[in-house]
């Protein structure tokens, strides 16, 4: 599966972005789909992550609550919906591919797209 990843800007703080990640390949919706973040000088860390069914989903505590993970297996598309946005959430966010919603080895990763969030 070969996976690219959009919708990334600047906004303000308490704004909103939704994140898309398209996919192409025959078995995309029996992947598990996951976001990850990595700001500037630090490593990058697991944001959410969705079921290949979407009926599953767990997020990251800094983001519980703010970010919504969603899952459109019709249109090959993963989405990752951002609101009330801090500065800290800046960050390249990369979406990742995998054999299951447990899985901790990603069989592909997307290019990165960057979300700046002023103060």
């Known amino acids: 599966v070969q996976l690219q990843a959009s919708g990334g800007g600047l906004v303000r703080t308490g704004g909103s972005l939704r994140l898309s990640c398209a996919a192409s390949?025959?078995?995309?919706?029996?992947?598990?789909m996951n976001w990850f973040r990595q700001a500037p000088e630090k490593d990058r860390e697991f944001v959410a992550a969705i079921s290949w069914g979407g009926g599953l989903t767990k997020y990251a505590d800094s983001v519980k609550g703010r970010f919504t993970i969603s899952k459109d297996n019709t249109k090959n598309t993963v989405y990752l919906q951002m609101d009330s946005l801090k500065p800290e959430d800046t960050a390249v966010y990369y979406c990742?591919?995998?054999?299951?919603?447990?899985?901790?080895?990603?069989?592909?990763w997307g290019q990165g797209t960057l979300v700046t969030v002023s103060s």
């Open positions: 990742a591919a995998a054999r299951n919603y447990l899985a901790t080895t990603y069989d592909a």
């Open positions: 390949g025959s078995t995309y919706s029996r992947y598990a």
